[in-house]
């Protein structure tokens, strides 16, 4: 929860100066990027230690793969969101 936490305290920095939205606008994101990123990394660990990955096997790094995926796609969707409302 502090990781997914840490990511969601910082994300807005960046984007309320590129992009200045409301500040119900800023909070809703937050919350969704928060939820989207706790839920992606409980579910890496939860593959990773029900398969017994470690740093040596090839499921561990697959994992972690699809992990930063999900997390980069999960910023995509924000600036698709940013996008949206200053159109």
Do not use: C
């Not at 997914?4 to 937050?30: D, E, K, M, N, R």
């Amino acid at each position: 929860m502090l990781h997914a936490g840490i990511h969601t305290a910082l994300t807005p920095l960046v984007y309320l100066v590129i992009a200045p939205v409301s500040l119900l606008l800023a909070a809703a994101i937050a919350l969704g990027e928060f939820a989207v990123h706790y839920h992606i990394d409980w579910a890496k660990e939860q593959i990773t230690r029900r398969n017994a990955y470690t740093p040596q096997t090839p499921g561990f790094w697959h994992t972690l793969g699809f992990d930063q995926l999900l997390h980069g796609l999960t910023y995509l969707g924000i600036v698709a969101v940013l996008v949206w409302a200053a159109s």
